[in-house]
């Protein structure tokens, strides 16, 4: 009998948005940058950088979608990767605009939709019952004490001052 929980109704739905999103980019991407020239044409001012990512992106958005489906722990990582690369480069995107580089605005609403889009799948999975109680966690209390040994015998540094005087004038005596 399978004693994990399952996935929660509002996480699949996520899991699914996210597998989902990551088809429809490579598919609109891969159409960018490879298809015919009337397709990059009808794209007008598009920002390279922001493309090749997205692109390339969605691939990992795919791994993630079914990587949360299937309660596998490395996709709330890569979820929150995807996260942090995607507010990168909506970052290197309004520097490029502030700098007055060509975009257009569908551009603009494009990186702030997968920057919430992934900050909300970060927020819910991390969340998750199924990654919070993993059974594959080192609890403290089950963590092996390590034993430090110096190499090198470390010599005891002599105390300063009158004190200093004081305890070799004890050792000296006994």
């Known amino acids: 009998m ?10 699949k739905v996520l899991a699914g948005v996210g597998l989902v999103f990551g088809v429809l980019t490579v598919v609109s991407g891969g159409t960018a940058l490879f298809g015919p020239a009337t397709a990059t044409d009808a794209l007008g001012n598009i920002v390279p950088f922001v ?6 992106a969605g691939f990992a958005y795919v791994a993630a979608g079914l990587g949360l489906l299937l309660r596998k722990d490395w996709a709330v990582g890569l979820s929150l990767a995807l996260f942090v690369a ?5 970052v290197g995107f309004a520097v490029h605009v ?25 927020l819910f999975a991390r969340r998750a019952s199924w990654y919070r109680h993993r ?40």
């Open 51 to 56: 493309l090749w990512f997205n692109f390339l």
């Open 98 to 122: 502030v700098t007055g580089g060509p975009y257009e605005m569908r551009t603009v609403g494009a990186l702030l939709l997968r920057t919430a889009v992934w900050a909300t799948i970060v």
């Open 2 to 11: 399978d004693e994990s929980p399952k996935l929660p109704m509002h996480l």
């Open 135 to 174: 059974d594959n966690v080192l609890r403290v209390s089950e963590a092996p004490s390590l034993e430090l040994r110096a190499c090198v015998p470390i010599p005891p540094r002599p105390l300063l001052g009158k004190r200093n005087d004081d305890l070799n004038d004890r050792n000296a005596g006994a």
């Open 86 to 90: 995607t507010f990168l480069i909506l």
